[in-house]
């Protein structure tokens, strides 16, 4: 079955399908973790940390992949200047 679906590499993965990926896992844990609160697997505490660790993760990740495409996006439009 693995040759029919290989696994990326990490180097294969675009930067959207890593920012739907970190909105995902966001989303399920939105969606489990009450559950988990009220069955005293975790903590509301806990849970709540852990949501805004990721959605920090996210906001940082989507800043840093407009910053790269805007400095490719001058880098290119320098080269074809000749500059």
Do not use: C
Not at 9 to 23: G, M, Y
Not at 64 to 76: A, I, M, R, V
């Amino acid at each position: 079955m693995s040759d029919l679906f290989p696994s990326p590499s990490p180097d294969d993965i675009r930067a959207l399908d890593k920012v739907n990926e970190i909105k995902r896992e966001i989303a399920v844990r939105q969606r489990v973790y009450p559950r988990w609160v009220s069955q005293h697997k975790i903590t509301e505490r806990l849970a709540d940390y852990r949501i805004i660790v990721l959605q920090a993760i996210l906001r940082d990740y989507q800043k840093d992949t407009l910053n790269q495409g805007e400095s490719n996006g001058n880098e290119e439009k320098r080269d074809e200047e000749g500059n």
